[in-house]
Structure formats: C-alpha cells, structure tokens
C-alpha cells in the first residue's frame, strides 16, 4: 500500500520497529536532559566563574554526540517508511503531525548545528570531553552571535513543539484511545 506520509514508499507495519523505537525514546529522553541542561547552564556556572569553561564544553560535547546520533535517525528514518495512520484519524490531523514531525526533524538538526557552527566562529572552539578542537572559522563576534541567537531561537521552538508533541501523544493515549501512542511505546500491541 502507498503511504502518502512517508518519504520511504512502503509501510510494513501497523506498529513503529524496534529501531525506530529505539531511537525515539533514546534521542527523545537525552534531548530533554540536553534541553534543560542548555537552560540551567547560566544557574549550573555562572559566567566569569571557574566551572563556566568545562561546564559549557560538556554541553557541546554531549551537543555534537547527540547531533551524530540525530543525524543517524534521520537518515535512517528516510529509508524506512513509519506505520499507516489509524482509520480513526481524520485527515486534517495526518497532516498537522506529518507537519509537526518535519518541524521536530528540523529543529533537532538545526539547533545543534547552529551552536557548533558559532563555536567556530569563536576563539574558544569547542573542547570535546576534553579534546581541544581548533575553531575552523576566524573570531567574528557578530557572525557567532547571529548563529547563537539562531542556535537559541531553535531551542526554544524545539521546547515548545516537544511540549506540544507530547500533550498530543497523551491526548492519544487517554482520550482517543487509539493505537498512535502504543505503537511507539516499547513492547506494547497495538
Ligand atoms: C517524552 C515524551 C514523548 C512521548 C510520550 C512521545 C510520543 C510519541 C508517539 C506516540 C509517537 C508516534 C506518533 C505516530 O504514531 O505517528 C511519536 C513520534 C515522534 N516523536 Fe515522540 N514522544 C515523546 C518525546 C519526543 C521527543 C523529546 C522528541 C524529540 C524531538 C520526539 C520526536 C518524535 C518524532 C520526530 C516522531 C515521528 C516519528 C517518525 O514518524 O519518524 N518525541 N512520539
Ligand atoms: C540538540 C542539541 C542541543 C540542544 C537541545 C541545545 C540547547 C541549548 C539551550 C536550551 C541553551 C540555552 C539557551 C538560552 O536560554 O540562552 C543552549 C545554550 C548554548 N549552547 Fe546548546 N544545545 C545543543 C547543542 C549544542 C552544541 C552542539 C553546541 C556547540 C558545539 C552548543 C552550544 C551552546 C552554547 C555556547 C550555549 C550558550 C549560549 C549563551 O548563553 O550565549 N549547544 N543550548
């Protein structure tokens, strides 16, 4: 059967694969930690104190890790096509979470890459658990600020689609009462 919502051209489930699974709740689960991490950088090592250097290289670190892994899912996830929707779903609602799907890919490509990207227009680089890598690009404080206001900006919309994403998934689970939240839950049947 076509499946107009997947780039991949053939649905072979009702229920998401294991990898797919697997890579949901691993990214999904350390981009929340990530996320707030990113938040709580300023309360954790204040700028101008000591910790400030290692404590903002061990977000980057774990940035760049988690960006390589993004990078695998998504590649992964371009070759195999997700399940068909439930009858149940109108087809409004396809395209909204084939909306907020693409935005959610977007943006887990977009932030981490935006903050490596201005790390290298900066004098510091980036330190990668411990591993000094030397900034590629010159020190323009002007060029760094634009990709970190875009690096910062892409945080926020990921916050925000995350938020929403998972109040839709609930919404699944305990009012419509289909198999969308199931199917990505491990080990569940549909
Ligand atoms: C922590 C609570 C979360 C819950 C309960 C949850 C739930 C779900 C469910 C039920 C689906 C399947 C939707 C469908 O059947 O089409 C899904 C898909 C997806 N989720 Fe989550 N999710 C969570 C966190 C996240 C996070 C943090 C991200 C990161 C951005 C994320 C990104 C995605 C993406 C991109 C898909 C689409 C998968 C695909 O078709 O390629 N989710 N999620
Ligand atoms: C998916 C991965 C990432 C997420 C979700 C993320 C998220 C965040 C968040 C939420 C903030 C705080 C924003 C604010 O309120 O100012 C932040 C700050 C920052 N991030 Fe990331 N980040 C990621 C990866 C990276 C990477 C790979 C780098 C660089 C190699 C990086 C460099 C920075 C820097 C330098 C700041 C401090 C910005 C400032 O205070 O001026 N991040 N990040």
Aim: hydrophobic content about 55%.
């Amino acid at each position: 059967m076509t499946n107009a919502r997947s780039i991949a051209p053939f649905e072979t489930s009702a229920r998401y694969t294991r990898v797919a699974i697997a890579l949901h709740w691993l990214i999904g689960l350390a981009l929340l930690a990530q996320i707030a991490f990113g938040f709580l950088l300023d309360d954790l090592a204040p700028r101008g104190t000591p910790a400030r250097a290692a404590t903002i290289n061990l977000h980057k670190s774990v940035g760049i890790v988690l960006f390589v892994l993004i990078a695998a899912r998504l590649l992964w996830r371009l070759r195999h096509a997700p399940p068909a929707w439930p009858a149940s779903m109108p087809a409004w609602q396809h395209g909204a979470a084939r909306f907020g799907h693409r935005t959610l890919y977007a943006c887990m490509v977009v932030a981490p890459l935006a903050g490596y990207v201005a790390s290298n227009f900066s004098k510091h680089g980036v330190r990668f658990f411990g591993a000094r890598l030397a900034p590629w690009g010159p020190d323009l404080p002007r060029v760094y600020d634009a990709l970190n206001g875009l690096h910062v900006a892409t945080a926020w919309l990921l916050t925000a689609l995350i938020a929403g994403h998972i109040a839709v998934s609930l919404k699944h689970a305990l009012i419509d009462r289909d198999e969308v939240f199931s199917r990505m839950w491990p080990g569940a049947s549909p």
